[in-house]
């Protein structure tokens, strides 16, 4: 049956040219924008400084110096991460679904908040608010030597800045969960507690097990923060830029990016292997009731609180931003001053506009890249399916410097030449961001019957129209979540690009990191607020096209009208911003 | 309708895959151009600055302001100018590199990434801060300095420290800040100096031994300690005092800049010509420019405290005088050609015993 419906595809992809051309174009640009420069680091790894084969820097890794250790560290430090950052995006996610709670649009920005900072601002403000001369330890609770550096602050902070990718994941899943299937279950007289625990917790897995992967992936290749709060906790993002750009030593930086790329390998594997052969189809295309809110009670009261202590936290961290921006010197000169604005609009209005001029290009390209790949691993059946996924995930788990040390490599000879141009820049950026996308793409589409697509195709339409008319809006809001993330991502992309940056382009990211290094918390605040200004009213923007998109639709396609889901309930981000 | 749609998706996928695949035919127009500029002496320059920000701009607004020639240029790291200049080496893409210390233009020329100039501007210029064949010659010169926090001095009674041996103090258990040997170029010049003041390597390394369990923490950034410890979180970091200047004219008035008096290292910040670059005759020019009085004179206006290698040249009224100090004999090339070795066996002996 299988066999035969993939013959089925097969012959349907040979009728359907464009769809053919897509996916041969897909797997192109992957091949030379991932699978080439891993090619060319792989190799470099493998050659010695006088260009000889060897495998020395994996001796010297694995035989326990502190490579090994920083390996170690970082795994630890992405389990735990990852485990509780899942937790608290699945909490909040939650509430949202299925609570009728106070303030839900406010917590919903504030849950994507971190999402639109470069990371170490949330390092710096740790250390403003829990360092030695912090406000909360110092001032607050007198503490005389609280060390925030280390495994404990960068739990922190790292939660912090990646919880928001598992929340987006998460968002979207639960969502699109039909409430039929738990009112069944109720209907039967299981308790709610029975209900979550068999029917909507089960129904959640694919959506943890790709939010946990993502975060576990982001921790790893983490640098900004362990920089900035890591101390003497040594991980493996960070031990690769001092092989690489202190020590020179290029050979074991590639080498520990390899293990890195090893290990991220196995975790996906697990989890492809766990959550692979479920089915969790639950958008049929038939009527649906909207779901019954939990209007009260002690559990949403519990939940209610959750939350707002944790958008408290959040808020916290934030606000000391825009505020540092306008003091002299915290903690040292209080006072009020422009003057880190007058700097910033004098000599870093350059670096402003390349980015978001930058950033505007590779929105739409990885967004829709991002579902393009999503519909094509979910719904297709091809020769090298298999490793387009694999491959289309991978690139989230290159550390930053490593691609972008690998893209110099790679790009620098005819006919690719691309260094020092405004391309290998958003290539650099839609790589980095297609991951979230293909995620939440895929968990989407696992939740849609294909019998609505199979429907469309049978009624004549091709694939591409099938692809664009029925699965985009289908899943409009990973689509949308896609396009927001890439966005974001984009414009406070840090160690990927610091190598990428020529003299033609410069980005405001590589500014802030010069003026944190100098000290300069100040105009680090400042470039930062304007940052998150520029996202924010970027967003709006992106979201009221959004709006007017999907109005349009509607009036065109009445069948979708049967779906309430698709209409009641808003996207997460356009209620956010 | 079926039609226009299909026209539209068209259009979008070409649209993407054109930008995604980094449309190679733009990368090639814009390659060609630049080679046309190549050929026009009047072109633009390109140049990695090893400076900071500010100071990097002024420069370059200078730059255009006394020669009329146009300039490109970004600001990175020393370490990061290295590796960048390294992996572009088949097809360089800058003509000039412009500060960072003088030990990783001793890597570059090791690797032959960089082309031999003698500018006749360096004539002026002590031969201590200059390569002998002209591979890079010195801009600037920073020593290294000790920077105390001022309520921590208060608070255990002691002075600001003015020997190595001040640092090794119980009181300053757990309170040193300094960088990673192996991340930062600030780090291995004390590393270096370290094993000179002590006068060799055997005394250097059992100074470094007692002084680790001092340190708080080794940061990536050479410049960082300054900053935590004007912020308060170490009693006392080590880093350039031309740095623990700019720290202080930020605001942070409760650092204390003490220069060790049994000896200080120094770092020489350089200058050089890129091989293969594109714009050789440009690139000397600027080179000769960044040698004269005009172009030493601009650090000053954007809070850059370090001494100048042209005599002539004015220096910075903040500046630590270097006839004032006690420096240690510092040799570029002998630093850059042990640095791989003596960082290991820091790592192993001092680091991760």
């Not at chain 1, 003091?327 to 978001?356: C, E, M, P, R």
Request: hydrophobic fraction near 45%; include cysteine.
């Amino acid at each position: 049956m299988k066999g035969s419906k993939a013959v089925g595809e097969l012959k349907k992809l040979a009728r359907d040219p464009l769809l053919l051309t897509v996916i041969i174009l897909v797997i192109a640009s992957l091949f030379v924008f991932i699978v080439y420069p891993l090619f060319q680091i792989g190799k470099v790894s493998f050659v010695n400084q006088s260009g000889e084969f060897s495998i020395d820097a994996y001796i010297r890794i694995l035989s326990g110096s502190q490579l090994l250790t920083a390996l170690t560290n970082s795994l630890v430090l992405a389990l735990i991460v990852g485990t509780l950052s899942t937790i608290i995006a699945y909490t909040f996610a939650y509430t949202f679904a299925y609570m009728n709670v106070p303030f839900k649009k406010l917590f919903n920005g504030i849950a994507i908040l971190p999402v639109i900072s470069p990371p170490f601002v949330i390092s710096l403000s740790a250390i403003l608010l829990f360092g030695r001369q912090g406000f909360i330890t110092k001032n607050l609770l007198g503490l005389e030597n609280a060390n925030i550096y280390g495994l404990n602050g960068l739990i922190l902070v790292q939660t912090l800045s990646f919880f928001p990718i598992a929340f987006l994941v998460l968002a979207g899943l639960l969502r699109s969960i039909s409430p039929a299937l738990e009112e069944a279950s109720q209907n039967m007289g299981a308790s709610k507690l029975k209900t979550f625990m068999s029917v909507t917790l089960p129904l959640s897995i694919p959506g943890i097990a790709n939010a946990f992967l993502l975060v576990f992936i982001q921790s790893l290749a983490d640098f900004g923060n362990p920089m900035t709060i890591g101390g003497n906790y040594t991980t493996v993002a960070r031990e690769i830029y001092l092989q690489a750009v202190g020590s020179y030593d290029m050979q074991a930086g590639s080498s520990l990016a390899m293990l890195l790329l090893f290990v991220t390998i196995v975790v996906y594997v697990i989890q492809k292997f766990w959550v692979g052969n479920r089915s969790y189809v639950t958008v049929t295309g038939k009527p649906t009731g909207g779901r019954r809110m939990i209007e009260k009670g002690p559990l949403r009261n519990i939940m209610f609180v959750i939350c707002t202590l944790l958008s408290l936290t959040v808020i916290t961290f934030y606000a000391l931003v825009p505020i540092g921006s306008f003091i002299k010197l915290w903690g040292i000169n209080n006072s009020f001053t422009l003057d880190h604005y007058t700097y910033v609009f004098s000599l870093g209005q350059k670096a402003i506009v390349d980015t978001f001029t930058l950033s505007i290009i590779a929105t739409p390209i990885a967004g829709l890249l991002g579902m393009i790949i999503a519909f094509l691993i979910v719904r297709k059946s091809f020769i090298g399916k298999k490793t387009l996924e694999m491959v289309s995930m991978l690139s989230i788990a290159i550390p930053g410097t490593v691609l972008g040390i690998a893209y110099i490599l790679s790009f620098n000879k005819a006919p690719l030449a691309l260094t020092g141009t405004a391309s290998i820049i958003i290539a650099a950026f839609v790589v980095r961001a297609i991951p979230v996308g293909i995620r939440s793409g895929v968990t989407a589409l696992q939740q849609i019957d294909p019998s609505i697509e199979e429907a469309s195709t049978n009624l004549g339409a091709n694939q591409t129209k099938t692809f664009f008319g029925i699965v985009l809006p289908l899943i409009k809001p990973a689509f949308f979540s896609g396009l927001v993330n890439s966005f974001v991502k984009s414009m406070t992309a840090m160690s990927a690009v610091i190598f990428l940056i020529s003299a033609k382009y410069n980005l405001i990211t590589a500014s802030i990191l010069t003026q944190v290094e100098s000290g300069r918390i100040g105009v680090a605040s400042a470039y930062c607020t304007i940052l998150i200004v520029i996202m924010i009213v970027a967003l709006l923007f992106l979201n009221l096209l959004l709006s007017l998109f999907g109005g349009n639709y509607e009036k065109k396609q009445p069948k979708l009208k049967k779906h309430p889901k698709l209409e009641k309930q808003p996207t997460p981000q356009s209620v956010s911003m | 309708m079926k039609k226009w749609l299909n026209i539209g998706i068209i259009f979008v996928l070409v649209l993407s895959i054109l930008a995604a695949c980094g449309s190679e035919s733009t990368g090639g127009s814009k390659e060609e151009g630049s080679k046309k500029e190549g050929n026009d002496p009047q072109g633009k320059l390109t140049v990695y600055v090893g400076f900071q920000e500010d100071h990097a701009l002024e420069a370059m607004k200078q730059f255009t302001e006394d020669t009329g020639i146009e300039v490109d240029m970004i600001r990175m790291s020393g370490g990061e100018i290295l590796a960048k200049i390294r992996a572009e080496k088949d097809n360089p893409q800058a003509d000039v590199w412009y500060g960072g210390p003088a030990d990783t233009f001793v890597a570059a020329v090791d690797e032959e990434l960089l082309e031999a100039y003698k500018s006749p501007e360096a004539d002026v210029i002590d031969d201590k801060f200059k390569d002998a064949d002209g591979y890079w010659t010195g801009v600037y010169v920073g020593a290294l300095g000790f920077a105390t926090n001022k309520e921590f001095l208060e608070k255990n009674g002691l002075e600001a420290p003015t020997k190595w041996e001040d640092l090794l103090d119980p009181a300053y258990k757990g309170e040193i800040i300094m960088a990673h040997p192996g991340s930062s170029g600030t780090a291995y010049t004390i590393l270096y100096t370290v094993l000179k003041v002590f006068g060799g390597e055997d005394k250097g390394f059992e100074y470094l031994e007692k002084l680790h369990p001092q340190v708080q923490q080794y940061t990536t950034s050479g410049s960082a300690p300054g900053r935590m410890v004007g912020m308060g979180e170490a009693g006392a970091g080590l880093l350039f005092a031309h740095d623990i200047i700019k720290y202080q004219e930020e605001g942070f008035d409760n650092i204390v800049l003490t220069i060790p008096e049994d000896g200080t290292g120094y770092e020489t910040g350089a200058v050089g010509i890129i091989k293969g670059s594109k714009q050789a005759e440009l690139a000397k020019k600027f080179v000769d420019w960044s040698l004269g009085t005009s172009a030493q004179e601009v650090g000053q206006r954007t809070g850059s405290y370090q001494n100048l290698t042209n005599p002539d040249a004015k220096e910075p009224e903040k500046a630590i005088r270097l006839d004032d100090i006690n420096t240690i004999d510092y040799n570029p090339k002998e630093a850059g050609a042990e640095r791989t070795r003596l960082i290991d066996k820091w790592d192993k002996e001092v680091n991760n015993k």
